[in-house]
T-cell receptor, first 116, second 112 residues
Framework: EAGVAQSPRYKIIEKRQSVAFWCNPI?????LYWYQQILGQGPKLLIQ????????DSQLPKDRFSAERLKGVDSTLKIQPAKLEDSAVYLC??????????????FGSGTRLTVV | AQSVTQPDIHITVSEGASLELRCNYS??????LFWYVQSPGQGLQLLLK??????LVQGIKGFEAEFKRSQSSFNLRKPSVHWSDAAEYFC??????????FGAGTTVTVRA
């Protein structure tokens, strides 16, 4: 099966600019997650989607971050305007989580964002 | 809310030697427990997971982990390390909300 696809792999922008990341999960995976991984830290959940609805966005800095999953398949994460502290790897993951079972995530390779 | 502590930031081990990475979790009920590995510039790859049953779990690449409820631990082990095992390892705990909380990670360096 194809894995979780993310693009771009790398992005360098200046502070106050905007940037968007794209993710296509594994086919059939209803749940999609965006994680932020700052250098030297573990991934931190930003937002969780179930199909095209938001389940949890409590850790998403909504003044500058937004995410959507309009058709319940691929998703876009946007930052506008970017700050220096947004420099991180943005990981997308999907999971097959139905019927009360949880099988863990499959991660994409991530997008490494550098804000200068 | 669940949380994970990985006490060791960095471990150096000789090739062929055994490896053990520590993980302690905090969660009120029976957790879902995972170990992921991340090579430089790559995403996270699942090594193994524990949901229930046998407390000794076998994973890929020769890794195993043991769930000890009394110690709230889920330590990862490998009997003989290869140079390709150099990477960062993350322990994670999940709950019924299908979200994972990750530890800060342990970086493993393998010396020849």
């Amino acid at each position: 099966e194809a894995g979780v696809a993310q693009s771009p792999r790398y992005k360098i922008i200046e502070k106050r600019q905007s940037v968007a990341f794209w993710c296509n999960p594994i086919s059939g995976h209803a749940t999609l997650y965006w994680y932020q991984q700052i250098l030297g830290q573990g991934p931190k959940l930003l937002i969780q989607f179930q199909n095209n609805g938001v389940v949890d966005d409590s850790q998403l800095p909504k003044d500058r971050f937004s995410a959507e999953r309009l058709k319940g398949v691929d998703s876009t994460l946007k930052i506008q305007p970017a700050k220096l502290e947004d420099s991180a790897v943005y990981l997308c993951a999907s999971s097959l989580s139905t019927g009360g079972a949880f099988y863990g995530y499959t991660f994409g390779s991530g997008t490494r964002l550098t804000v200068v | 809310a669940q949380s994970v502590t990985q006490p060791d930031i960095h471990i150096t081990v000789s090739e062929g030697a055994s490896l053990e990475l520590r993980c302690n979790y905090s969660y009120g009920a029976t957790p879902y427990l995972f170990w992921y590995v991340q090579s430089p510039g790559q995403g996270l790859q699942l090594l193994l997971k524990y949901f229930s049953g046998d407390t000794l779990v076998q994973g890929i690449k020769g890794f195993e982990a043991e769930f000890k409820r009394s110690q709230s631990s889920f330590n990862l082990r490998k009997p003989s390390v290869h140079w390709s095992d150099a990477a960062e390892y993350f322990c994670a705990v999940g709950a019924n909300d299908y979200k994972l909380s990750f530890g800060a990670g342990t970086t493993v360096t393998v010396r020849a």
